[in-house]
Antibody
Framework: QITLKESGPTLVKPTQTLTLTCTFS??????????VAWIRQPPGKALEWLALIYSTDGERYNPSLKTRLTISKDTSKNQVVLTMTTMDPVDTATYYC????????????WGQGTLVTVSS | QSALTQPRSVSGSPGQSVTISCTGT?????????VSWYQQHPGKTPKLIIY???KRPSGVPDRFSGSKSGNTASLTISGLQAEDEADYYC???????????FGGGTKLTVL
């Protein structure tokens, strides 16, 4: 059974850098074709795909946020880390990580999400 | 690229069928058979219910079906049940630059 859980700060100040961690089980990022994506959802609004990292094929980024995002993995800890720089109140959202298999085009399952509020 | 376009809301009575549309362009929905749909109950995590336009993951009732015509994908829910009341999001692969796009979401109300 695959599970994922997000962790990180619930409140960040404008201009700060956000660091979120996704801790997962049930698969390994040392196995070919495995991947973890980050997706966010502002309160009452739509989902937005942010970034994805593969076990062996690098990273992918939302082009509109690419300059602010970095995704990385720690295979020994079964963790994926997302950093987002220059946070702004519009970045207030629930941030989800989700399991992805390379060459597929869906995300399943998702973590429970973590709400990040950007405010001074 | 803008998000895929979905109606803000749809409604139906128990037992009826409803269809939710997801309109993209020839750069995403129109060219790839890689549309997925997610169900999200209030305060809950999105759940995959359709992938690759028409396929259902194990455990998803066959009341849920997907289709596509041109640049528009559709999710049809037949035999509506109260527990189907939720938000529904479509998602499409959009190529090696944009990668994945989500729709704006549709709120389904079961009357």
């Amino acid at each position: 059974q695959i599970t994922l859980k997000e962790s990180g700060p619930t409140l960040v100040k404008p201009t700060q850098t956000l660091t979120l961690t996704c801790t997962f089980s049930g698969f390994s990022l040392t196995t070919d074709t495995m991947g973890v994506a980050w997706i966010r959802q502002p309160p009452g609004k739509a989902l937005e795909w942010l970034a994805l990292i593969y076990s062996t094929d690098g990273e992918r980024y939302n082009p509109s946020l690419k300059t602010r995002l970095t995704i990385s993995k720690d295979t020994s800890k079964n963790q994926v880390v997302l950093t987002m720089t220059t946070m702004d109140p519009v970045d207030t959202a629930t941030y989800y990580c989700a399991h992805h298999v390379q060459f597929s085009n869906w995300f399943d399952p998702w973590g429970q999400g973590t709400l990040v509020t950007v405010s001074s | 690229q803008s998000a895929l376009t979905q109606p803000r809301s749809v409604s139906g009575s128990p037992g009826q069928s409803v269809t939710i549309s997801c309109t993209g362009t020839s750069s995403n929905v129109g060219v790839y058979n890689y549309v997925s749909w997610y169900q999200q109950h209030p305060g809950k995590t999105p759940k995959l219910i359709i992938y690759d336009v028409t396929k259902r993951p194990s455990g998803v009732p066959d009341r849920f079906s997907g289709s596509k015509s041109g640049n528009t994908a559709s999710l049809t829910i037949s035999g509506l049940q109260a527990e189907d009341e939720a938000d529904y999001y479509c998602c499409s692969y959009a190529g090696t630059y944009t990668h994945w796009l989500f729709g704006g979401g549709t709120k389904l109300t079961v009357l």
